[in-house]
């Protein structure tokens, strides 16, 4: 797995857009980069994955930069449900395992 | 609905007293998974399967085994449970091919006195 690099803690107010940013300038060609969130103590919640094309879902946007080195993970509409641990994860998808760094701690305030 | 069901989510018991932390999945996924989570260390996978009778060591395996008889479920045992081995355990699956997320069950609080 891509050794990735996450700030520790942001802080979004309620209904603006929370930008959750990932270095990942190790990441091979063939790996995608994954988003899972954490909340309290709960099993990790899968978000959304790339290779290189921007991905959206019902949940979030997904943006990768042309160089792959970097992605953002884009809430757009933030609500005080959606604070978590972030994690963002560099793997070829068929690997045997995650690898969880310490990941973003994101608080959605009112 | 699709989910991961571990049993049970909470115990408490004592040192040496074999337990067994059950696994079991809806969604006829080949691969399994379990991992545990302690403070500042993040979750690290203790073992894994990726089909019936088919299973590995992950990065921590020491004092656990596991066995996958059915797709379905994936047992995790302690045979002599000690304290160091009290954390948050996770259970988790996926399909076999590539690019699938993997689905993780709500977890199991283990302590051992």
Redesign the interface.
């Given at each position: 797995d891509a050794k990735t690099t996450q700030p520790p803690s942001m802080d979004c107010a309620e209904g603006r857009a929370a930008n959750l940013p990932c270095n990942h300038s190790t990441i091979s060609g063939n790996e995608?980069v994954?988003w899972?969130r954490q909340i309290h103590?709960?099993?990790?919640?899968?978000i959304i994955?790339g290779l290189k094309n921007n991905e959206t879902n019902e949940m979030a946007s997904l943006i990768i930069t042309e160089d792959r080195k970097s992605s953002t993970l884009i809430l757009p509409h933030a609500t005080l449900r959606d604070t978590a641990v972030y994690y963002c994860i560099g793997t070829?998808?068929?690997a045997?395992?995650?690898t969880?760094?310490?990941g973003t701690r994101l608080q959605v305030t009112l | 609905e699709a989910q991961v069901t571990q049993n049970p989510r909470y115990l408490i018991t004592v040192t040496g007293k074999k337990l067994t932390v059950t696994c079991s999945q809806n969604m006829n996924h080949e691969y399994m998974s379990w991992y545990r989570q302690d403070p500042g260390l993040g979750l690290r996978q203790i073992y894994y399967s990726m089909n019936v009778e088919v299973t590995d060591k992950g990065d921590v395996p020491e004092g656990y085994k596991v066995s996958r008889k059915e797709k379905r479920n994936f047992p995790l045992i302690l045979e002599s449970p000690s304290p160091n081995q009290t954390s948050l355990y996770f259970c988790a699956s996926r399909p076999r091919g590539g690019h699938q997320p993997q689905h993780f069950g709500d977890g199991t609080r283990l302590s051992i006195l």
């Open positions: 995608y994954y899972y103590s709960q099993g990790p919640q899968y994955h070829s998808g068929t045997s395992k995650l969880f760094g310490t | -």
